[in-house]
């Protein structure tokens, strides 16, 4: 597949690209006017390359959707992938849950399935040895519809669960998003891609909206 081209086939399913490949249009930093220079696009690949990068969300909020991109890590990288996001809150996570976006090999988060490559962080564990290594590309796809939510990665299902379920409540109240009121609240919102830290590339970033 060419790199941030829509085949024919994903544009007669409703896909559409969030990142053209060749600049940040459609994308602004979290609770700010514009993408800090700490995002670069290099070679087709949105990247965050520098420090102060800061988060950075769509412009566009959106409410059910099926998000497929392609995320690669340095050695030892750390970063996510936010959905329905809102800005009530000095930081995203506060609001936002998180599709982790991780070196399991040498990141301490590793260690643990509830904050592996995959999982919904801290909330609910990925299996193993799904994740390629780091330097490698990563095929990761998010459903959101309704309450309902899914996470795959290349092209394994690794969890799914039900928004404001009892079982999803009572999992939200024993972790530290407990102390956060608008975790995982909103209806509608931006996708968000974290800045952790640490080198990171995205690209083939599309999305088809769900009624």
Known sequence: MTANVLSQR?????WRLL?????????????????????QVTDGSLV???????????????????????????????SG????????SDNIWQS???????????????????????????????????????GEWNDARLLVNGNHVEHWLNGVKLLEYELGSTEWKDIVAKSKFNEMPLYGKAAEGHI????????????????RVLP
């Open 192 to 207: 968000g891609l974290q800045d952790h830290g640490d080198r990171v590339e995205f690209r083939n970033i599309r999305i």
């Open 96 to 134: 936002a849950p998180e599709m982790q976006v991780l070196d399991d090999a040498r990141h301490v988060d590793g260690k643990s399935p509830l904050t592996s490559a995959g999982a919904s962080y801290g909330i609910y564990p990925a299996p193993r040895g799904v994740v390629r290594p780091a």
């Open 19 to 39: 990142f053209d490949g060749r600049t940040t249009t459609g994308w602004r930093g979290y609770r700010k006017p514009a993408v800090s220079p700490g995002w």
């Open 48 to 78: 965050r390359t520098g420090q102060d990068a800061g988060d950075i969300i769509t412009a566009e909020q959106y409410r059910n959707f099926d998000l497929a991109l392609d995320w690669k890590v340095s050695e030892g990288g750390n």
């Open 81 to 88: 992938i936010f959905y329905r996001a809102t800005e009530g």
């Open 10 to 14: 994903e544009t007669n399913e409703g």
